[in-house]
């Protein structure tokens, strides 16, 4: 059935038998599969063309009726989850970007606040925040992802996760800054420097080592997120961005940059972010995050009203270029489609995909892989356990999939 041609006729009649009546072309894609619609809160009129609406404000907010919002789990060292199944297109909020610290959130005074680069370089220097801001900016969109996003989806997986508890740590943002290149060239990087360390001004000093070669290339450090400062999560008032890489090395109030010959070895390089392998071997350095998809729509708490024409949706990305193609299933892994991407495909970017799907009523489990312009497929668990064994503790990116019941509630499976 998934292969049939769709005409625009069956494709209005289906969406409105799906849903009551409303064509999908007018309804957000997932709105029709919520279990319940969110009730209106006491102060919406009943009829708006009738009273005058709200006077203008100092700041913007949502309407009551949307209500994303983050998961925090832990206190000073913990994370927040992004809610990517309520979000549409690429660009993620800068207040449902996803957080990760080690020692709370640091409160800086920006007029304080500067970034020291020395170590092998000509001219030591130290920038203020209104020094880094009179160089040329750049503005770049990118993701940026939590080396351990999908653990608990990987270790503890439970029927019940929504993709915002199996793939929350990531998110997509437009950064703004100065190249880390043009700061290099500034301070006279000497040829023998092939690395340097990076530290952050919060309490935990979090510190990576870094290939000099990723600061040529598209580094940046940033002090603007999609249109206005950085939020103090995000690294308020510097961070440094290293697309594709691992989030823990786009260190946060960044503080310190020192070049040297080799890696520093710090204790976040030696008693986290190593990644056990079979044979008593770590993996160390693995920096780039592997591509990986995810259906954000339909799933968990979803729930389909009925057989008939459905829109799957979902996210994909890669540290290592641009996706290039993603595969829906529609029958657990036996066959597989192409899925239309959503414009502009960015590299190291999130890119949306779509596919409609006509649902008979049977229970069924949908999946999602991705390839990216490297090549690299996204593997299935069974392929990720067998490369790298099951004490593997960073960079989760099997295919993931979603159980589809006869009545249709919709939970997270295990696609092995």
């Known amino acids: 059935m998934a292969d049939e041609p769709i005409s625009r006729r069956a494709l209005i009649a289906g969406a409105a038998a799906a849903a009551g009546g409303a064509l999908m072309a007018n309804v957000p894609l997932g709105a029709q599969q919520t279990a319940a619609p969110t009730p209106a809160p006491p102060d919406i009129p009943v009829d708006p063309t009738k009273v005058p609406g709200a006077p203008t404000t100092p700041v913007g907010g949502r309407s009551p009726f949307v209500r994303a919002t983050r998961a925090p789990t832990g206190e000073i060292t913990g994370v927040s989850l992004t809610p990517l199944q309520d979000l549409q297109g690429t660009i993620t909020p800068s207040d449902l970007h996803f957080e990760r610290h080690h020692a709370g959130v640091p409160r800086i005074d920006p007029g304080k606040h500067t970034l020291v680069i020395h170590g092998l370089v000509d001219r030591p220097l130290e920038f203020t925040l209104a020094d880094l801001e009179r160089f040329p900016s ?91 400062p950085l939020r103090p999560e995000q690294g308020y008032p510097i961070r440094l961005l290293l697309p594709g890489y691992e989030g823990n090395t786009n260190v946060k109030w960044l503080r310190r940059i020192e070049l040297g010959t080799a890696p520093y070895m710090t204790r976040w390089e030696t008693s986290k972010y190593t990644d056990p392998l079979p044979g008593g071997k770590v993996r160390i350095f693995s920096f780039e995050m592997d591509a990986k998809s995810i259906i954000t729509s339909p799933s968990y708490p979803q729930r389909l009203t009925g057989p008939g024409w459905w829109p799957i949706s979902g996210l994909a990305w890669s540290g290592r270029g641009k996706i290039s193609r993603v595969d829906v299933s529609t029958d657990g892994g036996r066959t597989w489609l192409d899925a239309d991407l959503q414009g502009p495909v960015l590299t190291k970017a999130h890119t949306r995909f779509q596919r409609t799907w006509r649902w008979d009523g049977n229970e069924t489990v949908l999946m999602s892989r991705t390839v990216d312009e490297t090549g690299y497929v996204q593997p299935t668990m069974r392929q990720l356990v067998a490369a790298r064994g099951p004490g593997t503790d960073y960079h989760f990116n099997p295919v993931r999939g979603w159980r589809v019941h006869r009545d249709g509630s919709v939970t997270f499976e295990v696609a092995t």
């Open 138 to 228: 750049v503005t770049l969109l990118h993701f940026v992802e939590c080396s351990g996003n999908g653990r608990s989806a990987y270790k503890t997986p439970k029927p019940e996760m929504t993709p915002q508890m199996i793939e929350g740590m990531t998110s997509t943002s437009e950064w703004t800054g100065v190249a880390l290149s043009v700061l290099f060239k500034e301070v006279g990087v000497k040829r023998e420097a092939k690395w340097f360390l990076a530290e952050g001004g919060d309490a935990a000093r979090l510190a990576r080592s870094v290939p000099v070669s990723k600061a040529l290339d598209d580094a940046v450090v940033a002090y603007a997120q999609n249109g206005e």
